[in-house]
């Protein structure tokens, strides 16, 4: 077993797996560039990553802290549907329902299960060396962390990632998504997506009074709306069928978040020595899957089922590397296209897509989507 592991990055990938190392008896110890890490609006939790926190052994704590969806559907702007809901889909087809949290919330029950201390703020790691001992981290403002393991999950942007690859570089993916919180709840059978000609909102239950949604569009690189983004959501969408312009009418401006939307040239390297990457750091994906946050739970999980069991690190992190590179390879590939599908142009192209997934018969959708998001597409190691 080792003998202590730093992790860089508290978002949710470093925190869950901080969490799953501390229970399974190993010494760990996170460092946040960030003085603050409360941020997001809400993240959809799906079956597969349910079954990652149960074996962390905080999936219960998650399903009671969030809303359920059960179903769903399928819509055009206009409102006519392309996939009506039908009542338990999502449960029949992944094992239970999706549960929808505020990422804060989310990160407050992760760092909750942690023990005092582990985290520590305002430490932006600057260079990583190995050596026979293990690895040894500088930070920015001179201080020095060395430990017997590295784990980066710091990000698209990841430090780690650079160590073992070099220079990964950015590109535009050309549209950009909105994210907010609506103090206003759904009707049930409305959860999932409107689609329009080039744009998409997403719509899912908070809890009882609030709703969590989401909006794409095309948009100019760091474009912003000079009334607000708000203000511009509801020019484009207020003609909207119901709940959208409901929805947006009850948002408070001030918490409407806006992130262009980027791909990142692929990380050939995953892991060397006692040196591994995770989430967003090792395979950055689009979000139209929902399985970005996902996908870092169940490396978390993973990770450390492996350390647990393997001789040392190197061999768990190259046994990492094996697993979860043949897992995420297909999620990040298919929710690269369903953005490009959405975002074709001309908008009439995206609009004919969009409404042609009606042809795709439900047995099929379900076997995809199983496949990806069911309980049983998440495989313990450990």
């Known amino acids: ?6 992790v860089i990055g508290a978002g949710i990938t470093g925190l869950s797996t901080a969490v799953a190392l501390q229970r399974r008896g190993i010494d760990v110890n996170v460092a946040e560039a960030r003085a603050d890490t409360a941020s997001g609006a809400g993240i959809s939790i799906w079956p597969n990553a349910l079954a990652a926190l149960d074996e962390i052994g905080l999936g219960d704590t998650v399903r009671d802290a969030g809303g359920r969806v059960t179903a769903g559907a399928l819509r055009w702007r206009d409102g006519t549907w392309l996939r009506r809901p039908h009542g338990e889909r999502i449960t029949r087809a992944l094992g239970e329902p999706l549960v929808v949290i505020r990422r804060q919330v989310l990160t407050e029950i ?3 299960a942690l023990a005092p201390g582990t985290v520590n703020h305002d430490l932006e790691a600057r ?12 930070f920015t403002n001179g201080s020095v962390r060395e430990a017997s393991g590295l784990i980066g999950a710091d990000g698209v942007d990841s430090v780690v990632a650079r160590h073992l690859n070099g220079s990964l570089q950015r ?3 050309g549209y950009t998504a909105w994210r907010g919180v609506a103090t ?3 009707d049930g059978d409305l959860a999932g997506e409107t689609m329009g000609a080039g744009v998409e909102v997403g719509h899912v239950p908070l809890d009882s009074d609030h709703t969590y ?3 794409t569009e095309r948009a100019p690189l760091g474009q912003r709306s000079p009334d607000g983004e708000l203000a511009h959501l509801q020019r484009v969408f207020g003609s909207w069928a119901e709940p959208i312009p409901t929805l947006l009418a009850a948002t408070d401006p001030a918490d409407v978040l806006r992130n262009d939307l980027y791909d990142r040239e692929p990380a050939r390297c995953w892991a060397r020595g006692p040196v591994v990457i995770a989430g967003d750091a090792a395979h950055p994906m689009r979000p139209h899957l929902g399985q970005g946050g996902c996908q870092g739970l169940e490396d978390a999980a993973t990770l450390a089922g492996l350390v647990a069991r393997e001789p040392d690190l190197p061999t768990a992190f190259s046994r990492f590397v094996t697993i979860r590179r043949r ?3 297909g999620i990040v590939r298919t929710s690269r296209l369903i953005g490009r599908i959405v975002n074709l142009r001309p908008a009439a192209l995206s609009a004919a897509a969009s409404r042609a997934t009606v042809l795709v018969p439900e047995a099929v959708l379900h076997r995809q989507l199983a496949s990806i998001a069911a309980r049983s597409a998440f495989r313990p190691t450990g």
């Open 127 to 138: 260079k990583v060396e190995t050596a026979a001992s293990g690895v040894r981290v500088t």
């Open 327 to 329: 897992r995420v390879a």
């Open 184 to 186: 206003h709840p759904l």
């Open 213 to 215: 949604w989401f909006a």
């Open 171 to 173: 590109r535009y993916a």
């Open 110 to 112: 992760l760092a909750g």
């Open 1 to 6: 077993m080792a003998a202590s592991i730093l």
